[in-house]
């Protein structure tokens, strides 16, 4: 009695787990595609790679500025006067540090350009999010993973990110004609 019992709830044990999985609908999308293929990240990255040009000569043209200066001060430091020296000493410096906030302030890791890039990315993937949970919502999925992450296999017919795509295409869509119709 007591054997026959504990192999019942062995096997209800086993079971249980394999019942309450079945019952779950899951579905992957492949976040790189989303990436590769959804017109705002692309845009994003456009516009983030033109800022960093932007910034990238102003900082060399700031170097050139200072190494200009340099070149003369070296030129003409053996035939000028003491208080010259040490006020063009001081005006390198005092560039040499402005170049060095400038590159802290624009590139560095609080820079202007890392705050832009996080703040877009940020946009993009709420965008991606609510187009994913509209996915779940509509074809009743309980789970979708990151199949770009960690999916080594995954049956076509559970892959959701043309459906994902479509979601995100509709909701620009949608925008544009909003924003079309207030002008």
């Known amino acids: 009695m007591i054997r026959k019992t504990i192999t019942i709830v062995g096997i209800m044990a086993t079971m249980l ?3 309450l999985v079945a019952q779950n609908k899951i579905g992957f999308v492949q976040s790189d595609r989303i990436r590769a293929e959804y017109e705002e990240f692309k845009d994003a990255e456009a516009q983030l790679q033109l800022e960093y040009r932007q910034v990238n ?3 060399n043209k700031m170097v050139v500025e200072l190494d200009s200066i340099k070149q003369a001060f070296d030129t003409q430091r053996l035939m000028s006067s003491p208080d010259w020296r040490k006020e063009k000493e ?3 410096a005092g560039r040499e540090k ?8 624009m590139v560095g890791p609080e820079g202007e350009l890392y705050r832009r890039q996080a703040q877009l990315e940020f ?3 709420s965008k991606v999010k609510r187009a994913v949970d509209k996915v779940a919502a509509a074809k009743s999925i309980d789970f979708i993973i990151d199949g770009s992450v960690a999916l080594l296999y995954g049956n076509p017919t559970h892959d959701l990110t043309d459906d994902v795509l479509f979601e995100l295409r509709k909701y620009n869509v949608s925008v544009e ?3 079309d119709n207030e002008k």
């Open 57 to 59: 000569a102003q900082y």
């Open 123 to 125: 946009d993009i993937l």
């Open 17 to 19: 787990p394999l019942m």
């Open 98 to 105: 402005t170049i060095q906030n400038f590159q802290v302030t």
């Open 90 to 92: 001081a005006e390198i």
């Open 177 to 179: 004609k909003d924003s």
